[in-house]
């Protein structure tokens, strides 16, 4: 692999471990711990795996003498900055317990347990990879890992190669699959123990015991220098407003920190629209009303940022994408097999009830399309392949002109469109990510080493100084609960959204007419690797403001 300076100089950077993990460590087990709900049908679920202690890694004296383990790791799901972190951590945690420990990595997500493909890393690999962002060191994938028959053949190729445990680094559906497989294993006494990872850039795995997803920290920063650049030249030029769309596929975690980072002049709350029942209208109306205002003063431009997922928050729209996820998974080949967009609109039309037909028929045909392409594996629109942002733009545009008739708004408006998504998701890791990833895979590797099974690895206490962080491991039945999925109850994470009564959300609102009206842009700048360390290590707005 050739690599540019800042790789090569990168390379030698080591991660920040907590003190209970640098020297010799032991565990402390407090006490059960109860799922966040539906207590008794999760207990039932899981009997093996309920119920089970917080586990906390502390300084100790007494060196312990741990067996060679055997390690299979999983990338799951979108990439997210760090991963390789992860696996390097566990890669140095395993060794330094027993240096006869070996890693594997099952290639290209959970299908390479099933399918039984994977490579050995070895040092000369991993250090290849330390600090460097991406998952192309085994690649990733969507597979769900939920059916009995998966579960057999991934223990069937573990057995050959005599994997004893593994890690599974995804977000809260695979963590969730984890869980169900360290029960599985452990039901059957097969041996293999199963650790989760909290990953990803969305920012929606999180609660008391696992402060943040990897991730999150370096995709907001990438994503805010960006703003920030769009902004100034926004600035300079003062001709444009430009519509941003962020990755999210369902909280708006990005968007809110990336505001926070950035002061745009418009941030759309998706939790917000939900909660207030505002239509994509109101929405419009809305954006329109700042543009006009801002026209006022002679300032025709401005940024919006308009979080991926808020199409799905919409209620109309609620209701049009259920009955179409539905109406699709349950004619998949019939729809596949219609040949022309009429057809397939027909066919939508003549089924969706005569609400959601009339709403599907008032949006722009481009937006049709994108709402009829294909599903992701849990049955779900794609929503990084809807164009929401133009969407808004274009009825934003369609109501100024009529303003303009009325004599409502005097103003200009000219226009761009971006999506930031994959320009943050494979980013070399932040300080803060390549430490936390680190710590997380060492805490894995911790785990397995004593013994532990339906754990995920927990890094706490994140907005002290690495050397303070708190490692050890929540379990997994901890943070379950039952909620309804393809029209049945299934035990599953809670996915955190963001929350209206937290202190981020309240930032954000007691300046939004502020930053809306005036200009108070702020340009991050790149992320900085080399420095003071306010400026290195810092981590998210998001994150100091729900701890401090
Ligand atoms: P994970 O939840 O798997 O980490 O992925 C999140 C995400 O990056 C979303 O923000 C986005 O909607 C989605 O992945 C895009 O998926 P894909 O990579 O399949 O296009």
């Not at 594997?104 to 600090?131: K, Q, S, W």
């Not at 066919?347 to 969706?352: C, Q, Y």
């Not at 320009?423 to 911790?446: M, V, W």
Request: proline share 4%; with cysteine; hydrophobic share 35%.
């Amino acid at each position: 692999m050739i690599k540019s300076p800042l790789q090569i100089a990168r390379a030698s950077y080591q991660p920040k471990l907590p003190t209970s993990l640098q020297n010799v460590f032991a565990v402390n087990e407090g006490k059960e711990t109860q799922s966040v709900a539906d207590q008794a049908e999760i207990k039932k679920m899981f009997p093996n795996t309920y119920g089970m202690p917080l586990l906390n890694f502390y300084s100790s004296s007494t060196e312990q003498n741990y067996p060679a383990a055997k390690v299979g790791v999983i990338l799951s799901g979108g990439q997210a900055p760090g991963g390789h972190n992860v696996i390097a951590g566990i890669f140095d945690g395993l060794k330094k317990l027993n240096p006869e420990s070996k890693l594997y990595g099952f290639l290209g997500g959970p299908g390479g347990l099933v399918d039984g493909n994977y490579m050995e890393l070895t040092a000369d690999i991993i250090d290849e990879y330390r600090n460097t962002g991406g998952f192309d060191i085994i690649g990733s994938g969507r597979t769900k890992l939920e059916e009995e028959s998966q579960f057999e053949e991934g223990l069937k190729h573990c057995k050959e190669i005599g994997i004893n445990a593994l890690v599974i680094i995804g977000g809260d559906d695979s963590n969730t699959n984890a869980c169900v497989l360290a029960e599985y294993y452990k039901q059957k006494e097969a041996g293999v123990q199963v650790i989760g990872c909290p990953k990803t850039i969305d920012g929606d795995l999180k609660n008391e015991m696992i402060e943040t997803s990897f991730g999150f920290d370096t995709a907001c920063k990438v994503y805010s220098e960006l703003i920030g650049n769009i902004q100034r030249d926004a600035n300079s030029a003062k001709k444009y407003w430009h519509f941003i769309k962020l990755m999210g596929r369902s909280a708006t975690h990005i968007a809110l920190e990336c505001a926070l980072q950035t002061q745009p002049n418009i941030t759309l709350i998706s939790e917000e629209v939900e909660e207030k029942k505002q239509t994509l209208g109101q929405i419009v109306e809305y954006i329109a009303s700042v543009v006009a205002k801002r026209a006022e003063n002679g300032d025709n431009f401005g940024t919006v940022l308009v979080p991926e997922g808020l199409i799905e928050f919409v209620p109309e729209m609620k209701i049009l994408i259920s009955e179409l996820n539905d109406l699709l998974a349950e004619n998949e080949q019939y729809f596949s097999s219609l040949q022309t967009e009429d057809d397939k609109f027909q066919f939508v039309n003549k089924n969706l009830s005569d609400h959601s037909s009339k709403v599907f028929s008032s949006l722009p045909y481009n937006i049709q399309i994108q709402l009829l392409a294909d599903r992701d594996p849990h049955g779900n629109v794609q929503v990084s392949r809807i164009e929401t942002e133009k969407l808004l733009l274009d009825m934003v545009e369609d109501l100024l002109r009529e303003w303009k008739a009325k004599g409502k708004y005097n103003g200009k408006f000219s226009s761009q469109t971006h999506f930031f998504g994959y320009e943050g998701r494979c980013a070399a890791p932040s300080n803060f990510d390549a430490d936390y990833c680190y710590a997380l895979g060492y805490t894995a590797a911790a785990l397995i080493c004593n013994g532990k099974t339906g754990y995920m690895a927990s890094v706490r206490n994140l907005t002290a100084s690495a050397d303070k962080w708190i490692a050890g491991g929540v379990p997994i039945t901890m943070l379950m609960n039952m909620e309804k999925r393809h029209g049945k109850m299934k035990p599953v994470i809670q996915k955190a959204l963001v929350r209206l009564d937290d202190k981020p959300y309240q930032e954000f609102v007691s300046n939004r007419e502020k930053w809306a009206e005036k200009t108070q842009f702020v340009y991050p700048g790149p992320i900085q690797y080399f420095g003071p360390t306010e400026v290195c290590d810092a981590t998210t707005k998001t994150l100091v403001l729900e701890r401090n």
